[in-house]
């Protein structure tokens, strides 16, 4: 008898998730912290805080919150040419 596949809970659904900003050679910190005032809505001093430990650790949570609140936001990034991620 196969087993019927498990419907994600509402719990699991609605559990807080990271955005998350990787390094590139691309794009200028200027730009990257722009977009992170502009579409991550953080103040100047925060999203160049964020744009340094993503250049020189890699990657920075830049966002928390729901998988639905942050994919919005994700968009935007990518469509700027930011490497992001949810996880």
Do not use: W, Y
Request: with cysteine; charged share 30%.
């Amino acid at each position: 008898q196969q087993s019927k596949p498990e419907k994600i809970s509402a719990k699991v659904a609605s559990q807080e998730r990271e955005l998350i900003l990787f390094n590139d050679d691309i794009n200028t910190f200027d730009f990257v912290i722009q977009t992170l005032i502009d579409v991550c809505e953080h103040e100047p001093e925060q999203a160049e805080q964020c744009a340094m430990i993503a250049h020189f650790k890699g990657k920075c949570g830049v966002k928390k919150g729901e998988f639905d609140v942050l994919k919005s936001r994700h968009f935007k990034m990518s469509i700027a040419g930011l490497t992001v991620e949810i996880l």
